[in-house]
């Protein structure tokens, strides 16, 4: 989950922010962390941060340059098992609405053309 920029927060302007967060899986190591800017349209590869220890969180970072224009930000850990985090239309699909233990979709943050971050269902 991405943990900044995140609900609440606000950029100042168009400019190269570091995006941040956490993963982790209950089966084992974090492989890869994978970013998006643009919704999940594209994708890339965040830098793990040491120590990556089994069924622990894992601090990631990946550099972005916002350009000023609204936009969604998502990220999606892959574990050694190679299970990949699910959007929440698949995960509500498999489980339905009812639960929210083991909750394991990705989280999406809305940035709008004034720079504030709020969290949606994207």
Known sequence: MITSPSHGQHLRGPDVYAISGLAWSGRGRIRRVEVSADGGRSWADA???DPVLPRCMT???AAWKWDGRPTVLKSRATDETGDVQPERNALVAQRGTNGYFHYNAIVSWAVDEEGN???VYA
């Open 117 to 119: 971050v709020r969290h």
């Open 47 to 49: 830098t793990l941060q």
């Open 59 to 61: 601090r990631f970072r």
